[in-house]
């Protein structure tokens, strides 16, 4: 069956609402808007992408298969979506309300199931897997806090600590706490335990490199897909990410660690996604990770930083490598905001134009999304 591809970046935003009538922010719908091709580079001959039929999307399309024929039979598909199998960046009740009048039948899922997995919390469950199954050298578990007092006494005991909301998107609802400035904090872990039942506390890590695991879940078990290898930025949230292929991406992370401890990761991980991910889930899911720098200067990988049980950048990231990059070559893919539409085009001008080797890209940078009259985010490919 052909798929449909949804490019709904909010869903982590919906997942913490957690109704079917979920409003975004307006800048939420702005990026949804501007990067709602972003999928194209996911989909295989035959797929939707769920996006109007307007002259710049049939454009781009156009101009993605003068150099990736897999894409030439890719449709647009707004309105009526026949029987296709919806795929999108992430499930939750808001998106089913919002495809329920456009097809019969949107998902079997049982979406607060979902949900709860969804929630960073899920973070214990998988740690404490490692915990029981792995030899590894692990920090200080993260903690479920259900009272503020709980929180205080971690933040007393470890000093340095990431304090995060169970539900939030893009880096937000994540803080670096530490007993010195617990009271500028103090207003929001109450809000959130108020609002959402819990936090997660974790003692803060000497981050080396950020990187993730990507998954795909088949309703019948998980196979890895591939590496991703990204950085965030001072707000916790993804700033670009390393484009290669997966043996170059590899290499890059065998600077640090042995090939042998990211396989032991990954073969664990396996059989715990196995274990937590219900059957029914068909989808893409991507575990972050982190190597830190412990105490005794020796590097580290801490295992299960989130589960996204969704799409992310790094898939895309990890895709777009072994697709559209050639053997010895990295690139960088960028999502960009610009203030405005003259801040917008003042940053198209400054980039070269891609070169293709073999339908490969050599050098250059490449659009990823069309560029709509009012586009201020933009996503980009860069190899140089």
Partial sequence: MNSLFVFNPENDLAL?????YFTPPKMAQKIRFDLQMLPLWLADRGDSIYAPKSIDNQTFIESVKSFLPSKSEINLKYDDLGDLEIIPWGWSEALRYELSSKIDKVTDFDLQKLRDLSSRKTVTKVYDYF??????KLPTSPKLCNTLEVVEQFVADNQN?????????SGKGVFNVTAENFHVYLPWIKGTLKKQGSVLCEVFLNKVQDFAMEFYSDGHSVRFVGYSVFENNSRFSYEQAIVAN?????F????Y??????????????????RIIPQEYKGYLG???MLYMDENNQI???PCIELNLRMTMGLLGCKLGNDLINDGKKGIMKILFHADVEAREAYIKTLSQPQFVNDKLENGSLLLVPIYRDSVYTAVLTVS
Avoid: F
């Fill in 16 to 20: 913490a609402n957690g109704t079917p």
């Fill in 131 to 136: 915990e029981t199954h792995s030899s590894m």
């Fill in 161 to 169: 600590c990431m304090i995060k909301a169970p539900w939030s998107g």
């Fill in 246 to 250: 997966e043996k170059e991406l590899r």
């Fill in 252 to 255: 890059y992370l065998e600077q």
């Fill in 257 to 274: 660690i042995q090939g042998k401890q990211l396989d032991y990761v990954r073969e664990i991980l396996i059989c715990c996604l196995n």
């Fill in 287 to 289: 575990v972050d990770m």
């Fill in 300 to 302: 580290n990988i801490m």
